[in-house]
């Protein structure tokens, strides 16, 4: 069975931290290019970042550059976002998204169906 299954969401204040987790089974992650993707309260999906199959290229939305971090550890299974600097707008589900591919491709679409797989999200609040 294929499941990804994200952690770390929480309440926040601004200006402070979190790290999201996304563990991976029931598929060859590492042949997988990796998303985050969020939804705010009201508000359509919103592509946040994505890494491509090896870890060695990240991309970001401008709306978090430079306050977000990717990373992935194929070994682990694990897809993770560090979150620094955060912000009220940053207030959403976050969920995490795999797409079959190899190499150097990475994806920035916010849409669920491009996805092969897709998790059931973590609630990221921030609020002081």
Do not use: H
């Not at 359509?44 to 550890?73: C, H, M, P, Q």
């Not at 955060?86 to 976050?94: G, K, N, R, S």
């Not at 795999?98 to 169906?113: I, V």
């Amino acid at each position: 069975e294929v499941q990804l299954v994200e952690s770390g969401g929480g309440l926040v204040q601004p200006g402070g931290s979190l790290r999201l987790s996304c563990a991976a089974s029931g598929f060859t992650f590492s042949s997988y290019a990796m998303s985050w993707v969020r939804q705010a309260p009201g508000k359509e999906l919103e592509w946040v970042s994505g890494i491509n199959s090896g870890g060695g290229i990240a991309v970001y939305a401008d709306s978090v550059k430079g306050r977000f971090t990717i990373s992935r550890d194929n070994a682990k299974n694990t897809l993770y976002l560090q979150m620094n600097s955060l912000e009220p707008e940053d207030t959403a589900v976050y969920y995490c998204a795999a797409r079959s591919s190899l190499g150097s491709l990475y994806y920035t679409t916010n849409r669920r169906d491009e996805y092969d797989y897709w998790g059931q999200g973590t609630q990221v609040t921030v609020s002081s």
